[in-house]
């Protein structure tokens, strides 16, 4: 079975200061990883993905992701926050055969930007 | 513009009236999921189809019912709506399988009274 644990469920940074958001994994195959972005009273929206090619991942907005398979952990990091990212963020885990596999989402972290 | 609608995009129902969400797609997409998101739970699977005609229960299915008879429509069902109902609901539908990524629709704020 897989999981998802997001360590923090509030980040606040100041704007301009570099941002990271952890995430730790659980996968019985090989998973594929997400990572989403919601901002209030929106729908989700893919930031980026890492489906077991390149471990450093590139999304839009300037995130990036780095996928450690001895960590099971798929950080989310930006050099330099801006107050258009206060939002949640939501790690996602692929996994399991064929049409069967499905996403699971981890709980969530608030990350809230300072002037 | 091209991606998933939900309506309707807020409801109060009163419990044990039923109601039926609608989730359309104009991507050609053959998956299709329901999600319902609380807070502190991320979002969790209540059902999913990976085509015309087809269902599947998901992670949370009990009290909800879904059908897809046409490829762009995902259809959900209350038939007796409880409390613990309320929630925000969530359409999403991907190409094929989950690894291409999700559209997400904009929500379906729902409240049980």
Known sequence: AQSVTQLDSHVSVSEGTPVLLRCNYSSSYSPSLFWYVQHPNKGLQLLLKYTSAATLVKGINGFEAEFKKSETSFHLTKPSAHMSDAAEYFCVVSDGPGSARQLTFGSGTQLTVLP | ?113
């Open chain 2, 1 to 113: 513009n091209a991606g998933v609608t939900q309506t309707p995009k807020f409801r109060v129902l009163k419990t044990g009236q039923s109601m039926t969400l609608l989730c359309a797609q104009d991507m050609n997409h053959e998956y299709m999921y329901w999600y319902r998101q609380d807070p502190g739970m991320g979002l969790r699977l209540i059902h999913y189809s990976v085509g015309e005609g087809t269902t599947a229960k998901g992670e949370v299915p009990d009290g909800y019912n879904v059908s897809r008879l046409k490829k762009q429509n995902f259809l959900l069902g209350l038939e007796s709506a409880a409390p613990s109902q309320t929630s925000v609901y969530f359409c999403a539908s991907s190409f094929t399988a989950p690894d291409y990524g999700y559209t997400f629709g904009s929500g379906t704020r729902l409240t049980v009274v």
